[in-house]
């Protein structure tokens, strides 16, 4: 409780609970763009993008549990670098791994978060 | 300066203070979250490598509705005379535009930035298809409003990268912390 205020303070998640929370939800979010289920189906994925989604999900799960807030910044970093190359290949069929650019931007949209709570796992400093 | 507030005016603004509570800023993060959702799940039909030109369908023929039910004359010339020219290119614009408005609503970061390119791209939209037959001109309107109220109430700070990072950023002064400070 803040004594001048008398407001309890809002609660603050470390960057391991932050991680492990963005993990689920990545993982999830690749369960249930799988699902063909009009209309809750808001992202179409392909089992490529599903797998890469789940797998770069898990490593940054066990980054959070192993205290290594690097495997984080390289999960962030590996879902924006394969958002991207879809979104510039969009227009080309490439086997397997021609996922959709709705997916692409998921990608790039989580990667972003992973790589934020990475950089909330470093000490805070002023700088000049 | 001398105050002129009276006790009845200080009363009216505690009276009509705005909640800011746990609901509200889970409202505010939601309506953020589904009009990411919103641009994310529209995105996949701009396709390149012509975007509809060559078939007449997806992204040329809604831009072409600009000229065929015309909403403002300035804005059909525009699409005539500029757009329609350099197809390929606006395709590219529109594209990315909407793919980053797609990841980064979502997640909440640079919101107040990507709230006001999702206003101007809803204008171009609007000022395209909201006099061709059978919109329900509406969903433009609250489109708009949606996006203003994310941009005014800076909703990336609640459940938002936004959130996460302006703390950091407001104890730098480079540069691009304070850009980043002003855009979120």
Known sequence: MNVVTGTAPPHVFSWRARGLIVAGFTALSSLFALLDYTPLQFVSINLVQGILLVGLAALAAVGCALRVPVLLLAAGAILIVAGLVRLVTYGHTIGIISGSVNAAALMVGLGTVFVAIWTTSRPMSATP | ?184
């Open chain 2, 1 to 184: 300066m001398t105050d002129t507030r009276t006790p009845a005016t200080i009363g009216e603004l505690s009276v009509n203070a705005i909640p800011t509570g746990r609901p509200t800023r889970a409202v505010l993060a939601a309506v953020r979250i589904a009009v990411g959702l919103m641009w994310l799940q529209n995105v996949n039909w701009k396709r390149p490598p012509d975007f509809g030109q060559a078939a007449e369908n997806g992204l040329y023929q809604y831009t072409s509705y600009a000229v065929e039910n015309p909403v403002l004359a300035p804005f059909s010339w525009l699409v005539q005379n500029v757009i329609f020219p350099n197809f390929v290119l606006f395709g590219w614009g529109v594209l990315l535009a909407e793919f980053c408005l797609g990841a980064f609503l979502l997640v909440g970061f640079l919101t107040r930035f990507w709230a006001i390119v999702g206003i101007l791209q809803t204008l171009a939209i609007t000022l395209s298809v909201l006099n061709t037959p059978a919109e329900w001109q509406w969903s433009y309107y609250l489109m708009f409003a949606a996006q203003f109220v994310i941009l005014a109430t800076a909703a990336g700070r609640v459940t938002g990268v936004d959130g996460l990072l302006r703390p950091r950023w407001s104890l730098s002064s480079g540069r691009p912390a304070r850009i980043a400070m002003a855009l979120s």
